[in-house]
C-alpha cells in the first residue's frame, strides 16, 4: 500500500486481525437478488483491468500510487492480477480486481460508477472463486459494506493457517466455461450460504 496517490514509498500490511469473505457465506440481500435478477448488466473477466485499477484509483483518498499502479499492469500481464468487471449500457460501471497466488484472492479495491456495480461484482466474484476453485479471499481489513455481504474478521494466526492449505495447490481465475448466469449465480450463492 502506500499512504495516498502522491506518496512514493510503498509498504506491506499484515493486520492483527484480516479481513476474509469466506466463500459459502457470501450474503445476498433481497435487494441485491432483486438488482441481479434485473439483468441490465453484463460480466466481464480481464477485459479493461487496467480501467477497473483507474477506477478504484479515482477517488479523493486513495492509496494507489504511480508505483502500485505499473506493479499492478505487471503482475496482470503475467496472469498473477485479474479484474471482474460489471459493464452496463456499453460501458465500464464496476468492478473488482485482485492478485492471485495459489487458491487465494487477494481482493485489493473494486469501485463502481453506477449504483450497486461493486455489489454486483463482489456477488458474481465470489461464485467465480468458488467455480476456478479458490479457497481464499482474502479482503484485509473489513468495512460495514464488505461485513453486511458477509465478510468477516479472522486473528492474524486463523489466517495464516488458511493462507498456508491454499498455497498448497493452484487454481486458475481466467478460465472459460465459467457460468455467469444471473439463475446460477443465485442458486449456487444461495446452497452454500
Known sequence: MAESRDDPAVFWVDPRHRGIFPLDQFHISRSLARTLRRGAYEIRVNSDFEGVVNGCANREETWINPTIHAL??????????????VWMEGELAGGVYGVTLGRAFFGESMFSYRRDASKIALAYLVDHLVQT??????????????ASLGAIEIPRADYQALLSEALREGAFFDVEGVDHSVEGVLQRIAQTS
Do not use: C, K, V
Request: overall charge negative.
Open 72 to 85: 499492478y499492469m505487471r503482475l496482470n500481464a503475467m496472469d498473477r492480477a485479474h479484474s471482474l468487471e
Open 133 to 146: 476453485g479458490f479457497t481464499l479471499f482474502d479482503t484485509q481489513f473489513i468495512t460495514p459494506h464488505l
